[in-house]
């Protein structure tokens, strides 16, 4: 569900839509962040809730899906391994958005050097 490293503070561009700028709460039942305002991102076929968060363990983006529930924190790393990506990687990662039809389709694991440009 989340997962993250590093440091240091992603710009974000889109139009906030409300929360408090200290808000608090519970990444994980026990770390206590900082949000940010909450900005949304939305069209026919998905919303988005993104916030940048401060954690005892540097700043992240919070990336939820309030319709799923589902959410990941990145790290500054980890989005600017987001740039190094071209479009291909995301059309195929939305061929099975929710995941791997059968485990042939999961051919490609998470250490596998091809998964990611």
């Known amino acids: 569900m989340s997962g993250g490293r590093g440091g240091g503070g992603p710009a974000v561009g889109g139009s906030a839509v409300g929360g408090p700028a200290a808000s608090k709460s519970a990444v994980g039942g026990s770390a206590e962040v900082e949000s940010g305002?909450?900005?949304?991102?939305?069209?026919?076929?998905?919303?988005?809730?993104?916030?940048?968060?401060?954690?005892r363990n540097g700043v992240r983006l919070r990336i939820s899906v309030p319709a799923s529930g589902r959410e990941i924190m990145l790290c500054p790393l980890e989005l600017e391994a987001l740039t190094w990506q071209d479009h291909e990687l995301f059309t195929a990662l939305l061929a099975t958005p929710h995941g791997p039809e059968s485990e042939d389709d999961n051919a490609v694991g998470p250490g596998d050097p091809d998964r990611l440009r």
Request: charged share 30%; hydrophobic share 40%; net charge neutral.
């Open 37 to 55: 305002p909450v900005i949304e991102f939305g069209n026919e076929f998905s919303r988005v809730v993104v916030e940048r968060v401060r954690t």
